[in-house]
């Protein structure tokens, strides 16, 4: 299936004609939200938010500004994810670098990120100890870590990833945003006891791992944009996920909590691998359109865990 032919760009080179003529452009090629994808790119072209876009409907874009966003008009045509376009992915309030090899994130995780903000502050007021020790595993492009960084500054804060590629844009989105954070190129198929975090000293543990099942249908942008080992985990989606429940508990302190995001269709057996590992308080939560989207779960004690197997 080929791409609608893209109409010529207007002469009339204003913001107001110019945002126009890109909406129509994804518009037409079936793109989910043309009119906000249309402010995100003329925006980023101009240097300013999207917001701002309404105060400057009468700027003139120069020669160089139009044959820069007719390239990027023609490349979300062709369903490259603007985040690839633009080079960066917002999540809450600041964004990260992204690129080929590194997971896009989605605004769904920042749910994930709220909750475990939260549940940083409770653990904070339960316990004497400080300050928090927090664990973000499968880290990506390291939002999880890197949210959880600016609202606990004095935190100890791990972000683990395996991809050689990820963890390249995981080192510079630290770097730039939170170098407090400890990073770790790790296998979380393996055992943990081997990366330098204390035994039994972590209090938050924030996971977005691979976990959509290998037979599952996934949109375009997903299948040819999204590094495959950062998407599927094995025929039931959680491979990955039963790895981490088995060899996490030798880092945590009894009563940790840990939030771990998962399919829609698995989080009823997630919840049960869980409760089978000795997590206690095993409750599913919902995205913003009513998906089951993540798990959160305490660690009760060593002596209570009933092993599962990998």
């Known amino acids: 299936m080929t791409n609608p032919p893209q109409s010529e760009f207007p002469t009339d080179l204003s913001v107001r004609t110019v945002l126009r003529w890109v909406c129509a452009c994804l518009e ?8 906000a994808e249309s402010r995100l790119l003329v925006a980023a072209l101009l240097h300013c938010a999207p917001a701002q876009l309404i105060l400057r409907s009468d700027t003139q874009l120069t020669t160089a500004q ?3 966003l007719e390239g990027w008009v023609q490349r979300r045509m062709s369903r490259e994810p603007v985040q690839h376009i633009l080079g960066e992915a917002p999540f809450l309030d600041f964004s990260v670098a992204v690129g080929e ?14 909750w475990a903000i939260k549940a940083a502050h409770q653990q904070m007021s339960m316990s004497s100890a400080q300050p928090l020790h927090i664990l973000d595993l499968c880290a990506g492009s390291g939002v999880l870590a890197i949210a959880m960084a600016r609202a606990f500054p004095t935190a100890y804060i ?5 991809s050689d590629q990820a963890f390249m844009y995981l080192r510079r989105n630290v770097a730039a945003l939170a170098p407090q954070i400890s990073l770790i190129q790790g296998d979380a198929t393996l055992p943990y006891s081997g990366w330098g975090i204390p035994e039994n000293s972590i209090d938050v543990v924030v996971c977005n791992p691979p976990y959509v099942p290998l037979d599952s249908t996934v949109d375009r942008e997903t299948r040819e944009f999204d590094p495959t080992d ?7 989606g959680l491979v990955l996920s039963r790895h981490i429940l088995h060899h996490l508990p ?3 302190t009894p009563g940790a909590v840990l939030g771990m995001e998962h399919d829609d269709a698995t989080g009823e057996s997630l919840t049960q691998l869980a409760q089978r590992a000795g997590y206690s308080d095993c409750k599913d939560h919902l995205d ?9 779960a305490r660690w009760k004690s060593p002596l209570s865990s009933e092993r599962i197997s990998v």
């Open 66 to 68: 139009k044959d820069t």
């Open 250 to 252: 030798v880092l945590l």
């Open 230 to 236: 950062a998407v599927f985990s094995g025929e039931g």
């Open 101 to 114: 090899g590194v997971f896009i994130p989605r605004p769904e995780t920042e749910l994930l990120a709220d």
């Open 28 to 35: 037409s090629t079936g793109i989910d939200s043309p009119a």
């Open 288 to 296: 913003l359109a009513g998906r089951p989207r993540f798990m959160t």
């Open 158 to 162: 791990w972000a683990v990833e395996y």
